[in-house]
């Protein structure tokens, strides 16, 4: 399944069963946030289109992850509205949020993205052919911890970059994965070594301001996405594997290949441009 296909597939369940989401694209993970309060909705939305689960005892939904960022309505009472019972209803309802709220959907000049990730130490041996003791038991006698296996002058560099202020960086630290960032290219060189990934394509985002959004709004990402992996033909043309999204506190982003995003934003201009 393309990358495309998979936010759709991954994110149409929840929006028609009424659920909001984050949805972040790393290097080797897709995920969605979603609130406590909704698990079971979730988990039944997606059992019922087949996906499978994997109890992860160590995760954690932190109470307050939603706390800030975009307003949440008044009330506490769910939505007089129900869920849109079709795809294309999703889309149509999704669209015309967006543009009642004056979303306008744009390209930073000149901004070109790279998804890499970090390189994991542990795959690396002594002369030997050993792991050496620093990597594989954290050099001091306990437990091998997930930050031994990445190299720290990620972090280090992490810190350096961070303060230049860079246009566009993106950093997603997952348990079961090396980190994952997304970032403009032109900070790339910095890191020199310490990432992984194909750092001579071209990614550009193409921006959707959510800030006025509740949190509570639904079928943003499938809905966006949906309509352009439909109108720009992804699947028949096999581009949709370079779809991706990224959702933050106040925005939401579609990235493509630079091509791509120049047609991407042709496609949706014209559907958030307010009737006269």
């Known amino acids: 399944m393309d990358a495309g296909s998979r936010v759709m597939e991954l994110t149409s369940p929840l929006a028609m069963s009424g659920v909001p989401i984050f949805f972040i694209t790393t290097y080797y993970s897709d995920f969605i946030l979603v609130p406590d309060k909704d698990r079971k909705t979730v988990v ?12 992860d005892i160590s995760a954690f939904v932190s109470p307050n992850a939603m706390s800030h960022g975009r307003s949440k309505s008044q009330s506490s009472d769910p939505p007089p509205t129900p869920p ?10 999704a669209f015309e949020l967006l543009k009642k709220r004056n979303v306008t959907p744009y390209i930073e000049p000149g901004l070109s993205l790279v998804q890499c990730a970090g390189r994991d130490q542990s795959q690396f041996v002594d002369s030997i052919g050993r792991q050496s003791r620093s ?48 970032m403009d290219k032109t900070i790339l060189h910095a890191f020199g070594d ?34 352009l992996v439909a109108e720009m033909h992804m699947v028949e043309t096999g581009v949709g ?20 995003s120049m047609k991407a ?7 958030l441009v307010k009737d006269q």
């Open 84 to 93: 849109p019972s079709t795809v294309d209803e999703l889309q149509r309802r």
């Open 194 to 227: 310490s990432l992984v990934g194909d750092t001579d394509c071209d990614l550009v985002p193409i921006f959707l301001d959510l800030g006025n959004l509740p949190l509570e709004a639904t079928g943003i990402v499938s809905g966006v996405a949906g309509k």
């Open 265 to 271: 934003l042709e496609v949706l201009k014209p559907l």
């Open 44 to 55: 039944q939305a997606l059992l019922a289109r087949n996906f499978e689960f994997s109890e």
């Open 241 to 260: 594997g370079e779809l991706s999204y990224l959702s933050t506190a106040r925005a939401g982003a579609v990235i493509l290949s630079s091509e791509q």
């Open 135 to 182: 990597r594989s038991n954290g050099g001091n006698g306990h437990r091998k911890d997930w930050l031994d296996g990445v190299d720290t002058k990620l972090y280090t560099t992490l810190i350096s970059v961070l303060a230049t202020q860079p246009r566009f960086l993106s950093i997603t630290i997952a348990q079961e994965d090396p980190p994952s960032l997304l």
